[in-house]
Nanobody, 125 residues
Framework: QLQLVESGGGLVQPGGSLRLSCAAS????????IGWFRQAPGKEREGVSC????????NYADSVKGRFTISRDNAKNTVYLQMNSLKPEDTAIYYC??????????????????WGQGTQVTVSS
């Protein structure tokens, strides 16, 4: 069964950091671009960041530029999202998705049809 599993979420104070992981099961990530998306309560899912299959290209939503960093370790079949200087508005369930690079260029979640369980990130004092 092919699936992506998100982990690393939790409760953190404003200004804190978390590192999310997106691990592949049943397939290798080497050939896929990976993106992170999030959905806050009462809001639509939105794109956060993406990385090409080689790791040579990345893209970020304006709201997280300079604070979040996406990276990948293909040997570990895992993609990471390092989140620094977290704000309460970053509170959401975070999901990852795999696909071809063009699917991620606009960070549009409607380009993807299925989602995993996600990992909850709560930023609160």
């Amino acid at each position: 069964q092919l699936q992506l599993v998100e982990s690393g979420g939790g409760l953190v104070q404003p200004g804190g950091s978390l590192r999310l992981s997106c691990a592949a099961s049943g397939f290798t990530l080497d050939d896929y671009a990976i993106g992170w998306f999030r959905q806050a309560p009462g809001k639509e899912r939105e794109g956060v960041s993406c990385i090409s299959s080689s790791g040579g290209s990345t893209n970020y939503a304006d709201s997280v530029k300079g604070r979040f960093t996406i990276s990948r370790d293909n040997a570990k079949n895992t993609v990471y999202l390092q989140m620094n200087s977290l704000k309460p508005e970053d509170t959401a369930i975070y999901y990852c998705a795999a696909g071809l690079w063009p699917q991620f260029l606009k960070l549009d979640p409607s380009n993807f049809g299925s989602w995993g369980q996600g990992t909850q990130v709560t930023v609160s004092s």
